[in-house]
């Protein structure tokens, strides 16, 4: 029997950055648009051509690594990483190899489990192969689309300290979560923004060495990372139990299949004869640059995350999921102070305004509901004007169309029944039509009253108020 085993991650994390241009030429950086129309002679490798160095790129990955707590370099360089593939049209793209814009740093997850990083360096992304069953293939065919090819992308590389592939995701979350507050990516897996090689291995537990490592490529979403990692690591286990040496290689990751498989053997630094990039300056940043841009940095998730925490009295869970995007934070905030009730605008946000959305296909950005609306909305509850279930109803309206919330109550008659007159009727109604409802709750069932008062508000659409209806309701069955 071996002894019990420890997993070991350490991530690489490519991130697409939302400059307007290319990382070394003036054409657009745009996700979406026709194959080869954003190309020119710089980013197609066209010889006697000279790239020049996006100055915004650089910003952003500094603030990167500001924001994840880096030392960044005022000194730092580009070189050519040589290799031969079609979606590379220099035969080399251009990265940082031995002196990065940044290193160290930490990737704090929820847990408090601090991951420290090695570095973040600047590179070029490459353009994308389309293969057979892309909308302009042939079966045989693999077409190149560069526009692609010369978007600035900045690596993010782990230590190996990540222990599981649920650790593996957090950590995920968290860059990703950073990444959209500093606005330096939109980071979406699925189009590629945010791409993710995780490299994997085991060791006994309670050792210090490393073991073998194996490279797991092409994951597109985190739920894919998490697959692939659960099935690489269990793959090693068994190399381990039926005694065979695990081999160091670049592994894909088979969606459909549910495995990894083989894909080269892993290539050693020295395979791509990286020299300094003769073709651009070393990159020189002032003390002034630098502090101007890290004092750009807006407040951090987590920074924020304790502050909702402890400034509005909301539960942990609501402030992570409220704190999740930049844009809904402001959002919870902004209703927050609209309406006076932290507690409520949480409890709306994270309740009736979420199912709504969510029945809508909408999104808090998305909705043409503002915060100001939903603070009204909150207010009017609280102040006696609509019930709760009538505000449910507003709500759903504000979500699909916005407007006022007043107006909307206004036009649909919801505001609420006090009149004890008004409500009497419509208890008596619901006396006489509930016998069996009624003659249950004389007969000792305390639920049935609340199926009663159900009834009545339902007749009033929501509108009478609940205590007068309790009363009325008491006052006659006893
Ligand atoms: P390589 O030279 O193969 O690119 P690096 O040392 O540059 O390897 O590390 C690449 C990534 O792999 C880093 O995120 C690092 O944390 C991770 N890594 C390195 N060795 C191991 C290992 N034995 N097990 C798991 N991850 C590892
Ligand atoms: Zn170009
Ligand atoms: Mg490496």
Not at 194 to 202: G, K, P, Q, T
Not at 335 to 351: H, R
Request: glycine share 8%; charged share 25%.
């Amino acid at each position: 029997m071996s002894a019990a085993l420890e997993t070991v991650i350490g991530l690489e994390v490519h991130v697409e950055l939302s400059t307007k241009s290319k990382m070394f030429c003036g054409c657009l950086n745009e996700f979406g648009a026709d194959p080869n129309t954003h190309v020119c002679p710089v980013c197609l490798g066209m010889p006697g051509t000279l790239p020049v160095i996006n100055k915004r790129a650089v910003e952003f990955l500094c603030k990167a690594g500001f924001a994840l707590e880096c030392t960044v370099a005022p000194f730092s360089k580009f070189d050519r990483k040589n290799y031969f593939y079609p979606d590379m049209p220099k035969n080399y793209q251009i990265s940082q190899y031995d002196m990065p814009l940044t290193t160290g740093g930490r990737v704090v997850l929820p847990s408090g489990k601090a991951i420290r990083l090695n570095r973040i360096h600047l590179e070029e992304d490459t353009g994308k192969n389309v293969h057979a069953g892309g909308h302009m293939t042939t079966s045989e065919a693999t077409l190149i689309d560069y526009n692609r090819a010369g978007v600035p992308l900045m690596e993010i590389v782990s230590e190996p300290e990540i222990g599981s592939p649920d650790e593996a995701e957090q950590y995920l979350m968290v860059l990703r979560d950073v990444m959209l507050y500093i606005g330096v990516s939109d980071v979406k897996m699925h189009e590629g923004s945010l791409r993710c090689d995780a490299n994997v291995s085991i060791r006994p537990l309670g050792t210090k060495e490393l073991g073998t490592k194996t490279e797991i490529k092409n994951m597109n979403s985190f739920k894919s990372v998490v697959a692939a990692l659960e099935h690489e690591i269990s793959r090693q286990h068994a190399c381990v139990a039926s005694g065979e040496r695990i081999v160091q290689e670049t592994r894909g990751w088979d969606e459909v299949r549910g495995l990894t498989y083989s894909m080269r053997s892993k290539e050693q630094a020295h395979d791509y004869r990286y020299f300094p990039d003769p073709d651009l300056p070393p990159l020189s940043l002032d003390e002034a640059t630098l502090a101007s841009w890290r004092s750009e940095l807006p407040e951090l998730p987590a920074q924020r995350r304790e502050r909702f925490i402890t400034q509005y009295g909301i539960p942990q869970y609501d402030a992570n999921v409220l704190t999740q995007s930049r844009f809904d934070a402001d959002y919870f905030e902004a209703v927050a102070s609209a309406s006076g009730d932290p507690k409520q605008a949480s409890n709306w946000l994270m309740g009736d305004v979420r199912k709504s959305l969510e029945a809508h296909g909408l999104t808090l950005s998305t909705s043409k509901m503002t915060p100001a609306a939903l603070g009204e909305l909150i207010s009017m509850v609280k102040g006696g004007a609509i019930t709760g279930r009538a505000a449910k109803e507003v709500c759903d309206v504000l979500v699909a169309a916005g407007g006022d919330p007043k107006a909307i109550v206004e036009q649909r008659g919801l505001a609420q029944v006090s009149d004890e007159s008004a409500i009497v009727a419509i208890v008596d109604k619901v006396i006489a039509a509930q016998a069996e409802s009624v003659a249950a709750y004389k007969g000792g069932k305390a639920k049935a009253l609340d199926f009663i008062v159900g009834q009545v508000m339902r007749e009033s659409r929501g509108r009478a108020n609940v205590d007068v209806v309790k009363r009325l309701l008491m006052e006659r069955l006893g």
